[in-house]
């Protein structure tokens, strides 16, 4: 069993800058790949971008390609999610996401955390 826990969430004017976190307790994290999804109220969870095994893979959803950027550390089972030029559309629930094999940008993942609220004012 992972546990992943999810810190960094907040509250940021229009523009601004978070960054999450996203802490696993395994000590076999570098086997799985991982993601951030977001779900905003009345909506859907929606793939936002996700990472390789070894960080050298990158994915991204349109809506938030150049602004967002995911890492991870391997040696601290953490991974991140760098978000600039926060805009309201990207208030929602984050929750990162953990899966053994390739990054899906379906939410087929074995492992959820319980998600950090970022809300994003105009």
């Known amino acids: 069993q992972v546990q992943l826990v999810e810190s960094g969430g907040g509250l940021v004017q229009a523009g601004g800058s978070l960054r999450l976190s996203c802490a696993a307790s395994t000590r076999t994290f570098m086997n799985f790949a991982m993601a951030w999804f977001r779900q905003a109220p009345g909506k ?62 379906s939410p087929r993942y074995d492992y959820w955390g319980q998600g950090t609220q970022v809300t994003v004012s105009s």
Not at 69 to 88: E, F, G, V
């Open 44 to 105: 859907e969870r929606e793939f936002v971008t996700g990472i390789s095994l070894s960080g050298g893979s990158t994915y991204y959803a349109d809506s938030v390609k150049g602004r967002f950027t995911i890492s991870r550390d391997n040696a601290k089972n953490t991974m991140y999610l760098q978000m600039n030029s926060l805009q309201p559309e990207d208030t929602a629930v984050y929750y990162c996401a953990a899966k053994r094999g390739i990054v899906a940008r």
